[in-house]
């Protein structure tokens, strides 16, 4: 595939992507999480990771809330601030090449999205406290939209709210479910993966 038409909008996934939080299925943050915490790791997961997830991840069950009946079961003093705010800034690892590609795409006058399945607490710490924001437009997020990737009214969304016709978004996920579900919605897209990353660039710039 040749290099991107100047009218090409980038959506990029957060993690996976432009937060390399996750190598061969482990998340960093939970390498020392009953070492920092003296808490159950096992324990923490099954509450905020089971069948609860897709209400979170959709905005219709708070995260403070839900760590917070987790803080107050185990008796984690912090409370739910605390962990929030532990969990969030261990679970940031900047993908610096990806923020470098992004760089080089907004000199050459592309528009770029963040679109992410993530919930209003931690949509707002990548806002705030990583790279992100300064290099988007706008940011895409799961808990304020109601609806998540893969789901086909997550990318008509985002396209209706973009106000273009689907094949200028050229989308990047590190999920194959969800750039399938992309491009049957008319985008360009990309799994990005160990082995294919490398790649990414020359398909954009060249």
Same mark, same amino acid.
């Given at each position: @595939?040749?290099?991107?038409? =100047?009218?090409? +909008?980038?959506? /990029?996934? !957060?993690? *996976?992507?432009?937060?390399?939080?996750?190598?061969? *299925?482990?998340?960093? /943050?939970?390498?020392?999480?009953?070492?920092?915490?003296?808490?159950?790791?096992?324990?923490?997961?099954?509450?905020?990771?089971?069948?609860?997830? =897709?209400? +979170?991840?959709? *905005?219709?069950?708070?995260?403070?809330?839900?760590?917070?009946? /987790?803080?107050?079961?185990?008796?984690?003093?912090?409370?739910?601030?605390?962990?929030?705010?532990? /969990? !969030?800034? $261990?679970?940031?690892?900047?993908?610096?090449? @990806?923020?470098?590609? @992004?760089?080089?795409?907004?000199?050459?006058?592309?528009?770029?999205?963040?679109? #992410?399945?993530?919930?209003?607490?931690?949509?707002?710490?990548?806002?705030?406290?990583?790279?992100?924001?300064? $290099?988007?437009?706008?940011?895409?997020?799961?808990? $304020? @939209?109601?609806?998540?990737?893969?789901?086909?009214?997550?990318?008509?969304?985002?396209?209706?709210?973009?106000?273009?016709?689907?094949?200028? +978004?050229?989308?990047?996920?590190?999920?194959?479910?969800?750039?399938?579900?992309?491009?049957?919605? *008319?985008?360009?897209?990309?799994?990005?993966?160990?082995? #294919?990353?490398?790649?990414? =660039?020359? +398909?954009?710039?060249?």
């Amino acid at each position: @595939m040749p290099g991107l038409s =100047p009218d090409t +909008i980038l959506a /990029w996934d !957060f993690d *996976g992507v432009l937060n390399r939080n996750v190598v061969d *299925g482990r998340f960093f /943050w939970a390498d020392t999480f009953e070492e920092d915490l003296s808490q159950s790791l096992e324990g923490f997961s099954d509450h905020e990771f089971g069948d609860r997830l =897709p209400e +979170i991840l959709t *905005g219709s069950l708070d995260l403070k809330t839900h760590v917070d009946l /987790w803080a107050r079961q185990v008796g984690y003093a912090p409370g739910a601030d605390g962990l929030l705010s532990y /969990w !969030f800034e $261990r679970d940031y690892v900047p993908a610096d090449d @990806m923020f470098a590609l @992004m760089d080089t795409l907004t000199e050459r006058g592309h528009r770029q999205v963040l679109a #992410t399945n993530n919930e209003h607490h931690r949509t707002a710490f990548i806002e705030n406290a990583t790279g992100v924001s300064g $290099r988007v437009e706008r940011v895409f997020a799961s808990g $304020r @939209m109601g609806v998540a990737k893969p789901h086909e009214d997550y990318f008509r969304h985002v396209t209706d709210t973009l106000m273009v016709a689907p094949e200028r +978004i050229f989308f990047v996920d590190d999920l194959l479910e969800n750039v399938e579900a992309a491009r049957a919605e *008319g985008w360009e897209a990309f799994h990005l993966t160990d082995t #294919t990353r490398a790649a990414l =660039p020359a +398909i954009l710039l060249d």
